[in-house]
């Protein structure tokens, strides 16, 4: 039976982390979640949670959840997580199905040995050690400025609600790489003009 694709009841990411703690791999909360973690606590409702790993690494965080089923989103239609459908989608939905609810999503990312590849353009790239972050718990987060850069393509009311709150916290650096990346990924993008301006 194909679980219901609303079903979500979404673990928090404290919940996660202590399901991957000791795990020897570079993952971090994504998304809507990350910016929170980076902003230092919640500010708004989460339908559900978001997190990256490499991709050749995604057998060993699947091991830590026996108890979950995987499964692919496609065009609004969840498949059986295999081999073809694992390799045609980067997303992974977690059903817990002694519950009934999807409990997180993994983006598994393109890589290059400990290198993240963007997989909306392959020349952004940078080292996992610089892509994961900590809030004062511990639990890593995917760095501000790439959580943005792919929010930037839906610009939904919650990711320009992001946008707008993250971008006084974002310094000159922060700043200059999302500009450089929206300029190869969306080059006219509105956020860009506003990233323009100085930071405080």
Do not use: N
């Amino acid at each position: 039976m194909t679980p219901d694709i609303d079903a979500w009841d979404a673990w928090s990411p404290r919940q996660v982390a202590a399901r991957l703690a000791g795990i020897d791999l570079p993952w971090c909360v994504a998304a809507g979640w990350a910016l929170d973690l980076f902003r230092g606590g919640q500010t708004r409702p989460h339908g559900d949670l978001e997190f990256t790993v490499p991709a050749a690494r995604w057998p060993d965080v699947a091991a830590r959840f026996g108890e979950l089923d995987f499964w692919v989103p496609c065009d609004g239609v969840v498949h059986p997580a295999t081999e073809r459908t694992l390799r045609e989608e980067h997303q992974t939905w977690a059903w817990e199905p002694s519950v009934g609810r999807w409990r997180f999503d993994v983006f598994r990312e393109p890589h290059e040995g400990d290198v993240w590849i963007c997989r909306r353009d392959p020349r952004i790239r940078m080292p996992f050690a610089d892509l994961v972050e900590h809030d004062a718990d511990g639990i890593p987060y995917l760095a501000p400025e790439i959580a943005l850069l792919f929010k930037a393509k839906a610009r939904r009311d919650k990711d320009e609600a992001d946008f707008a709150g993250v971008l006084p916290l974002l310094d000159t650096r922060r700043r200059a790489w999302l500009d450089d990346a929206l300029a190869l990924v969306h080059p006219d993008h509105p956020w860009r003009a506003a990233l323009s301006r100085p930071s405080r």
